[in-house]
């Protein structure tokens, strides 16, 4: 039986979502916050999608980025402050890693963030069509046993997501220090024809995107000695 103070654990909650969702019991003050924060911030997905995204958010804003799995919100959060005309709607299922955010922008508030807290194949699902200036996805889970590639977010039927929901010429940015993942996104996106990889020379793969601040997780793999690629494909 679940205590008042539980989340719902869920192992894999839709198709696209197959990790933890729930780790530390938040401290008190940081659910209280969360839980007073999100309602306002949460994209609302029962009601049709605005035709113009930039409705969204309270900030005058002339462009709409998507971020997928932000986990500590180091970029999301650093990014949004740079832009603050552009509009951003991070997506993050991990229960922890949403609460830190919240609690970041209660501290220091932004008007261009929109959030949701399940599966990003929602928020691509519901956004209309050719209505996002870019989608980045730095280390997603990487899945690294070969009986567990087909879970990795980087899909033809996620590329198929992508395609409809950026306009024509925006970026999606990827990331990842998984050699496997690196070429499992180059092919997977040269197959499904509707992007196009910027690389002038191999070794624009090592070169962190302009004003890259590093997340948690690249600290990670740094320490582990792993590097990682950053890849830019441009919806055609
Ligand atoms: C390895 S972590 C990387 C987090 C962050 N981008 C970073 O670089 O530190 C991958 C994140 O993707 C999130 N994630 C996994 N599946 C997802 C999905 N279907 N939709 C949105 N986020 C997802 C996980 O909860 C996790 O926080």
Redesign the pocket.
């Known amino acids: 039986m679940m205590t008042e103070t539980e989340e719902p654990r869920r192992e894999r909650s839709?198709e696209?979502?197959?990790?933890?969702?729930n780790g530390k019991t938040l401290r008190p003050l940081q659910r209280s916050i969360r839980d007073e924060l999100l309602p306002l911030l949460k994209l609302d997905l029962s009601q049709a999608a605005p035709n113009d995204l930039r409705g969204l958010f309270t900030a005058q804003v002339d462009k709409v980025r998507l971020?997928?799995?932000?986990?500590?919100g180091?970029?999301l959060l650093h990014e949004a402050a740079r832009f603050p005309t552009s509009g951003f709607i991070g997506?993050?299922?991990?229960v922890n890693?949403m609460a830190k955010l919240v609690v970041d922008l209660h501290d220091n508030p932004l008007q261009n963030i929109r959030l949701y807290d399940?599966?990003?194949?929602q928020v691509l699902d519901w956004l209309p069509e050719a209505s996002l200036d870019g989608i980045d996805?730095?280390?997603?889970?990487?899945w690294p046993k070969k009986k567990h590639w087909k879970r990795r977010?980087v899909s033809q039927k996620n590329l198929d997501r992508f395609a409809r929901v950026l306009k024509p010429g925006s970026p999606f940015r990827f990331?990842s220090d998984i050699d496997t993942y690196v070429n499992w996104a180059l092919q997977h996106c040269r197959e499904h024809g509707d992007f196009e990889w910027q690389a002038e020379t191999s070794a624009d793969w090592h070169t962190p995107y302009e004003a890259w601040p590093s997340?948690?997780?690249?600290?990670?793999a740094h320490r582990e000695g792993r590097i990682g690629a950053y890849l830019t494909f441009l919806r055609r």
Do not use: M, N
Not at 16 to 21: L, T
Not at 91 to 94: I, K, S, Y
Not at 118 to 121: K, Q
């Open positions: 839709t696209a979502f197959f990790g933890r969702r971020e997928i799995g932000f986990g500590g180091e970029h997506v993050e299922p991990f890693s399940d599966d990003a194949t996805l730095f280390y997603p889970d990487p977010f990331a997340t948690r997780y690249e600290q990670k």
